[in-house]
C-alpha cells in the first residue's frame, strides 16, 4: 500500500496553477531556505523515529482523490496542484495520486525545487501537466547559501521537462540584498528565456509572514531584519523579464 505524508490541504487555491485549485502541501523538504514561509513542512519524521510517527497525516492516492472529487465542479477549470515542502521526496504517491486525477479527467501541477531528479522522481512526470519550477538563484556560489543545497539538479531538471515538452512556470523568490540586484534578475532572465516550454515566470516579493511559524518551533528566522521586497523593486525585476518576453 503506498501512503503519502500529508502537511495541510487547501480546497480553494488561486495562486498555484490556472484556475481554481485543490492544493496539496507534502510533509518533507531537503532544502533550507533563508526565506522558507512554510518551515512545518521540512521534516518527513516529527521525532525522528518511524514508530512514534503520527500517522494521522498518511493518506491514500484514492483516498485523496475521492476528497478532491468532492470539489470537482469548482475545479473544473483548474485543477490539483500538488506542493509542499518537497513532493519528490514522496514519489510513489505521488505518481499514483496523479494517475488517479488523469484518469479523472482533472488537470495535474507539481510545484517542486527540482533538486530531486532520481529515476521515480522523474516517472511522476508522466502524470503531470504542468511544472511550477521554482529556481532560487542561477548562481552556483549563492544557491548553497539560500538553500543548503547546490543548484545543479534544479537546472537538470528544467533540461528535461524541456526534453519531454512538460509546459512549465518558473517562480523566484526576489529577496533584498540576497536575489534582487539586476545582475541576477538579467542571467535569470535571460537563461530561462531560451528554454521553449516556459510559459510565463512569476516573480515572488519576498516577504515575513512566515517568520511567526519559525517562533512557534523555537526556531530563529534566519532573515530577520530584512525587510519585504518594495513594490519599485519588484516592478523592476518584472520590467528586466519582460526584455526577454517573460
Given at each position: ?54 500517522t494521522s497525516h ?19 477549470k483548474g485543477g ?167
Open positions: 500500500m503506498v501512503l503519502g505524508r500529508i502537511h495541510s490541504i487547501e480546497s480553494f487555491g488561486t495562486v498555484d496553477g490556472p484556475g481554481i485549485r485543490f492544493v496539496v502541501f507534502m510533509q518533507g523538504c531537503p532544502l533550507r531556505c533563508l526565506y522558507c514561509h512554510n518551515p512545518d513542512t521540512w521534516e518527513k519524521k516529527r521525532d525522528g523515529s518511524e514508530k512514534n510517527r503520527d498518511f493518506r491514500e492516492p484514492g483516498d485523496l482523490l475521492a476528497e478532491v472529487l468532492r470539489y470537482k465542479n469548482f475545479i473544473a490539483v496542484t500538488v506542493t509542499g515542502g518537497e513532493p519528490l521526496l514522496q514519489p510513489a504517491f505521488l505518481k499514483e495520486f496523479f494517475r488517479l486525477c488523469r484518469e479523472n479527467g482533472i488537470h495535474t501541477a507539481l510545484d517542486t525545487s527540482g533538486y530531486i531528479c532520481s529515476a521515480k522522481a522523474l516517472e511522476v512526470l508522466e502524470y503531470v501537466d504542468l511544472v511550477l519550477l521554482d529556481i532560487k538563484t542561477i548562481d552556483a556560489e549563492l544557491h548553497p547559501r539560500l538553500t543548503g543545497v547546490g543548484g545543479e539538479n534544479t537546472l537538470h531538471f528544467l533540461d528535461e521537462l524541456e526534453r519531454r515538452q512538460i509546459p512549465v512556470w518558473i517562480r523566484h523568490v526576489v529577496v533584498p540584498g540576497l536575489t534582487d540586484d539586476d545582475a541576477s534578475l538579467e542571467a535569470l532572465a535571460r537563461y530561462i528565456s531560451r528554454y521553449k516550454m516556459v510559459q510565463k515566470a512569476e516573480l515572488l516579493p519576498y516577504h515575513t509572514m512566515g517568520a511567526y511559524k519559525y517562533e512557534a518551533q523555537g526556531m530563529e528566522y534566519p532573515l530577520k531584519g530584512v525587510e519585504p521586497l518594495s513594490a519599485e523593486r519588484l516592478a523592476n525585476a518584472k520590467a528586466i523579464f519582460k526584455k526577454y518576453g517573460l
